[in-house]
């Protein structure tokens, strides 16, 4: 059973830096991918940070590129979002999510994982 938890969310002033945590457990599943996707009152999830099997690619939405960086510490089973910069519309749940990958490419839609964290509360003060 794959189980994701996250944390390392809370609250910072805009400009300031946050790094959220995912420890996968229960995953046995290769090559995988991995992201973070966020839910602010009121709106959709949406998808900010994508990784691939480890690291082989990364993808950012725009909102976000050059702000935000997602990694893998693959000994730890942990997936990493660090988060520099931040805006009060950056506040929002924060969600890890996993899925088995085979094809070679991102997974961009959050219909495409199965597996989901409880989610990290991040706010951001102007």
């Known amino acids: 059973q794959v189980q994701l938890v996250e944390s390392g969310g809370g609250s910072v002033q805009a400009g300031g830096s946050l790094r959220l945590s995912c420890a996968a457990s229960g995953y046995s599943y290769s090559p995988y991918c991995m992201a973070w996707f966020r839910q602010a009152p009121g709106k959709e999830r949406e998808g900010v940070a994508f990784?691939?099997?480890?690291?082989?690619?990364?993808y950012y939405v725009d909102s976000v590129k050059g702000r935000f960086a997602i990694s893998q510490d693959n000994a730890k089973n942990t997936l990493y979002l660090q988060m520099n910069s931040l805006k009060p519309e950056d506040s929002a749940m924060y969600y890890c999510?996993?899925?088995?990958?085979?094809?070679?490419?991102?997974?961009?839609?959050?219909?495409?994982?199965?597996?989901w964290g409880q989610g990290t509360q991040v706010t951001v003060s102007s």
């Open positions: 999510a996993a899925q088995f990958c085979p094809y070679g490419r991102l997974l961009l839609r959050k219909e495409q994982y199965n597996y």
């Open positions: 990784i691939y099997n480890g690291g082989l690619s990364t």
